[in-house]
């Protein structure tokens, strides 16, 4: 089972204010663990979001708004995306990332796997998934 976890910014993510040098130590060796182990397949740090962009279509008109965004709470600060067998396990993923910080708020999202859509998943569209799914992790790490 793939997860998206999502954690949430803070007024220190929006004003930018990196972490001090020991948690970047503790995170980077985390992540190392993580990714050793298989568990950890995609991570990343965000830009504050003022210097993010939000795209809406609705009913055909297409708006475009510039950051800053007013809840921080409500906005992400970083993401990973993390394979596991449950979601409890997700959890401690999750958790063991919060603590290095000390605190935060995150959102665990399982990700859609292509037998979730049974039959409208057809063998071409599954075959063809398959196909490109290598591909893209290909190209992520070029």
């Known amino acids: 089972m793939r997860f998206l976890c999502i954690a949430k910014s803070d007024e ?10 020991e948690i970047f130590v503790t995170c ?18 965000l830009h504050p979001s003022a ?6 279509l609705s009913q055909g008109k297409l708006t475009v708004t510039d ?9 992400i600060a970083s993401y ?6 449950s979601k409890e396990e997700a959890v401690e993923q999750v958790a063991g990332f919060l603590r290095i910080f000390g605190e935060g708020d995150a959102d665990i999202y399982q990700v859609y796997e ?7 998943c057809t063998p071409d569209l599954k075959e063809q998934e398959d196909r490109v799914r290598p591909e893209l992790a290909a190209g992520q790490k070029s």
Not at 80 to 85: F, S
């Open 28 to 45: 980077g060796e985390y992540v190392e663990r993580g990714m050793k182990a298989g568990v950890l397949l995609a991570t990343e740090a």
């Open 12 to 21: 220190k993510t929006e004003a930018g204010v990196p972490p001090n040098p």
């Open 80 to 85: 990973a995306l993390i394979q596991v067998k």
């Open 114 to 120: 292509a037998d979730d859509f049974g039959a409208a």
């Open 67 to 75: 950051g800053p965004f007013a809840e921080a709470k409500e906005v």
């Open 51 to 56: 210097r993010a962009v939000r795209v809406r």
